[in-house]
């Protein structure tokens, strides 16, 4: 069974930096890829970030590129979401994700193309 652990939301003001982590366990890490992804209340679980099992590719949502950057280390077995210059649209629960699937961003933007999922964590932005 693969158990992800998200850590490190909290309360930010705008235009501030908030550092997520996920931690992963029950499998062999480096072999599959990551996702982040948000939801925020009474809206659908949306797309923010993914990268492949080798951290070579990364695909991001446009709201967030720029802002944000995704990253993992294998030897760690952990994900990591730094978010730079938030915004009080910023504000959601994140939930990172892992999957034996990569292709195409629309593809890798889909919840459904994920295997595992965290139990999220909250992200607030005050303006």
């Known amino acids: 069974q693969v158990q992800l652990v998200e850590s490190g939301g909290g309360l930010v003001q705008a235009g501030g930096s908030l550092r997520l982590s996920c931690a992963a366990s029950?499998?062999?890490?480096?072999?599959?890829?990551m996702g982040w992804f948000r939801q925020a209340p009474g809206k659908e679980r949306e797309f923010v970030a993914a990268?492949?099992?080798?951290?070579?590719?990364?695909y991001y949502a446009d709201s967030v590129k720029g802002r944000f950057a995704i990253s993992r280390d294998n030897a760690k077995d952990t994900v990591s979401l730094q978010m730079n210059s938030l915004k009080p649209e910023d504000t959601a629960v994140y939930y990172c994700?892992?999957?034996?699937?990569?292709?195409?961003?629309?593809?890798?933007?889909?919840?459904?193309?994920?295997?595992?999922w965290g139990q999220g964590t909250q992200v607030t932005v005050s303006s």
């Open positions: 994700a892992t999957t034996h699937r990569w292709g195409t961003a629309p593809l890798m933007g889909m919840p459904g193309s994920y295997d595992f």
């Open positions: 029950g499998r062999t890490f480096s072999s599959w890829a």
């Open positions: 990268i492949t099992s080798s951290g070579v590719t990364k």
